[in-house]
């Protein structure tokens, strides 16, 4: 129970704003003896990092990450692990006219009518910025899972356009600036995104995150069922308004004949299974089948065209947004997809093993 | 942190299994000094119950929620409340052919898998009976939140029959056996239920639920979001497998213009919105908008049309089951969605009590 | 995080007022496959069972402990496991005059002061007859924990009265109405307390409590060190107000040359320590020694001898108790005490398996 | 839950090694609009402080505690504070014989035990350098708690001498370097500790904190009390074995007339007590009194005096510690008992409101 605390037992807890000083996590409950380096999450931090397209926000970023503690010799010893990442380029004057003006769609609002005060600058804790850190606490988790679970994410829809999943493809994931898995929708969204870009809008996206090698028996009845953790974990990704798991949304529309996923004796001994609507979650319990979720993510408002707002005092304003933004925040939304089902499976890799021996 | 329990200040932990003597769930931290009796929660149980039409299933339980601790003299106490709920039509006896043979779509096969054991009475614990003891739980929750807040939930989709929004009407929701708010949708679902019940199917729904009258300010960063407690307690309803919060999945449609919900001077010193594409949510934090959300249910696996799956030696089997169930259990989760918003909501009222005073 | 709740992993949330209709507790993160029977729970609760000699309070109650979930065919199923003991003799109208008073040395006061309301029934919540709860929720620690550890305790003062270690015998405790270890000081004590129970009076005792068979590496820095959590489980029993953990209090009299408890290579291949001062616990950590706790439990109130008070409205008044009560409650803590220990151990059995494997 | 984590409410997890490159806190929970500056935390620290007399160790750290997060315009904003001391002084080559040698009383061979691991440097996370980031958070629970509330500590008792509470004098602990609230007795320690220091030795204490101001109602039934969490926190803190509230372990001596401690009409409304054996405390709930408890501190097993052990291969060996150590670390332990009280109190402060308003 914590608001910046995530997990059970694999416990994060992330600190620091968009403009201050630097920000970072604190892990606690990593076991001891699991062979760790800065290199070992700089990677990943170097997949999420800024500015490295066109189509993300411009604001340069190193994202060097410094191991402060926990971490002896280049082993984890069991106790807290202090992850940090200075911010360099924090140019609060862009941000200068909206110290006083509500952007709408923005949290500039409710963090004031919760707190009364908020950190403007580049949108304080609210900013996406905050998911730096948990792409750093996401590589921690894989090597609390191991080799044999791998984890991968993709954007799979942009606006009204969809990915052919018939060309999905893992590897080409890597190879454009969207975390496509279809080279042919990537060049489509390159087009879109152009446009959109040039003409100071944004877009919203789909993305999908995918864990193979996950054994049957993870999860738990009833509060902590496998899937009510991945969508918190999903859900509380910046920008994001919908989470599906497996079938999904669409389960509603399938009968009990199609949407059952029918099994046959496997030849390593575990079920074969012949679908998987379930998203690879039974009961809020791994089957062994691959975790599949999904979840939506609106499109940034920081736009610059004027919209409708008030400004502290109550006033009728309008607002328009001129920083460095990203035009599909979806984009950089996929190593962090990829760092939360880390998290949410390493917690429940310990929680099943602490019951379950 | 706990497997059962639900909530970090306004807490409940489920207990029982579908055939067993009793469940029920034990509250903890629930203000003192509040009116509560048993009559109080019953009425909400009795829109759960099943056996209330032909489109549920026909077990007959009555039920009658019991106040074992916790409230004096009519009120609460501050202390844990115990709320039990005695079983009272195990007929177990149905479920003869099923101990051995894993259900396709059920948790049969996952918590052998866990546990390497299993109450196999009516599904034990994977059961929705469960969700009694949430109803109960949330009946409170309503208590604690007062008067000024309202929570509706209804059926807006079974199968591919969406209701039509422009006929939405809440008053219309327990004028038919659907909890449906479209009385024209109601009678085409009540032909395509009787269908696919005569034919020992089974069909998925969609189910949303509304909160009215929750003030700006409640809710957290980052882990603790409004959004993202709410996608967990919905996707921790038996079958849910997709939750949207406002726009939902749809967001990812949207462009920047739509998406952000402008805002002007309000009559009453807040701020209007020009629409509510948020779901009542910004940052985590409530905006004094409607919080409105949307789950998938999919349709219960136990089916009359045999199924391909395997027994607990590995074997391959067919498996149809006969016993009692819900054609559409989307819609005895319409009260259980109720008693989740409101348990999460009184969780933040709490929560944001304790840090902004 | 609950008012209720004890534990992390193993965690049992208790409930009932001392006269309400039933008390028991909820548990979870049990193990599954465990044997567990209400005949493996009565045996402790029927130790702590007041009326069993005139030197407890004479109420009957025959504590009689009933499984409602979580047990399937003799075995636990990892789901959480209800405990129900129904109150049978609440003799209320042997209060009535303390409902307006509060009674100096009680909770009456600080009740109020914290909710405005009271169920003033033999102490409401307050009451130690909370304690059977946790007899119970001990019982099933003990079994989660296995034959492989021991947990024994015994009264050790009482007054000024102490035993005599040199005559310490485990098998002693259960000879005498006491839980005395040294037959000659249980004579002492049995004078003494006669005398004092015939005046109306009460008095103080130490218990101490001891476990054998605790392997090293138990426990965690720094917030969950297994003294620490040890000492917030004794000090949640009623009437405590001072722990100690091996040296305890006399620890602060020591150098550092007499306090360090030597080591030496030990036979069965772990170290033998020369000494136990630590109480079995290093850094929080356990060592492989006996773990050794003692706690005070001051004299019950509940006298017959007037004291100074005020009333509800203020008002000066004169108190005394009338009601049944324990002339040493320090007796009936020691099953409690048992149980305790045996739920910090459990807790941290599961906790070590989570992080260390 | 989480083994790094303290609080519930007012949380904070610290995290750092001895002689890592930082330690230091992150706090979630920390209301807002509090003022905050590095100011208010350093001059807690200073007290801490190593090196300020013969009487402490001589390792040189300024502790100087750096602000990352959470504050803006030296105000707090409700989302997570990291403050941050670097180590300066981390003179590693002093450690370098006891690398595989077991210290007896110290942590060194529990950890191996736990985690297989030790960070070996200075006793790594075991080491009393922790305590500097709790008296950091302490500073801000100070904040939190407001100015009504006064909390002090002292040390009252070194080996077997104990100060005369006749002479006790809060502004005296300032006035020497034992912080001893009896100026003669300070200077009966400053002769036994310069012995005890010149031979290489050590020696136990025992420390007093005291809250005044604290209002009724604070702390919560069961496992929530007020004494049991003060407990929990003081039993946390580095070479601590025992913990008293009030009349403490003498507890066990009193009679039932002489323990209850009687009441009277106050003058402000509120009732006046006429002793305070129950240290503020009734029913784990407080009672207006002074919050007085007390805890012994072992003397620390870093002594010149070779004690027997074994080295990590189990063979027999004899270890002396020559590095820098205080010969009583019960002085240091003063401004983290201040710390430790400190935190409970706000986070009881903010449990009492969220639930009781």
Redesign the interface.
Known sequence: ??????G??F?F?????SH?????C?L??????IDLSEADIQKYLDERKPGQSKYTTQRQEPDQV?I???V?EG?T??????L?IENVDQRSKDYGDIVER??????D???I???????HRGG???SAR?TAARVAAGAVARKVLGQTITIQAAMV????TKIDYSRFDWAETRQNPFFCPDAETAQVWATELDQ?RKSG??????VEVVADGV???????????L??????????INA??????????????????K???????GTD?N?EF?SN???G????????QPIVARF????????L?P????DRQ???VDVMTKGRHDPCV?IRAVPVAEAMMAAVLADHM????????
Chains 1, 2, 3, 4 share one sequence.
């Open positions: 129970m914590s608001y910046n605390t995530f059970k037992l416990r807890t992330t600190w620091g704003e201050g000083p630097a920000l970072g604190t606690d409950g990593v076991p001891p003896g410094k402060l503690s926990g002896f082993k010893t069991g106790t807290p692990i202090q940090m509500y952007r709408p769609g923005h949290a609002y409710t963090y009518a919760k707190y009364g005060i908020r950190d304080g804790r609210s905050e829809q942009m606006g009204h959109i809008s944004s877009i919203g996206a789909v054994p049957a028996g993870w999860g738990a009845p009833v509060y902590s069922k899937d009510s953790d991945l969508a918190a974990a999903l859900m509380s994001a308004k919908g989470v599906e798991i497996g079938a999904g949304m669409l389960a509603a529309t399938l009968t009990g004949e949407n059952a996923d029918e099994m046959r004796p001994g079920p012949l609507n379930a998203g979650i039974l009961g809020g319990i791994s089957s062994g939506a993510i609106k499109p940034t408002s920081s736009i065209t919209r409708k707002s008030i109550g006033n009728p979806g310990l929680l099943h093993r602490a019951q379950c021996g």
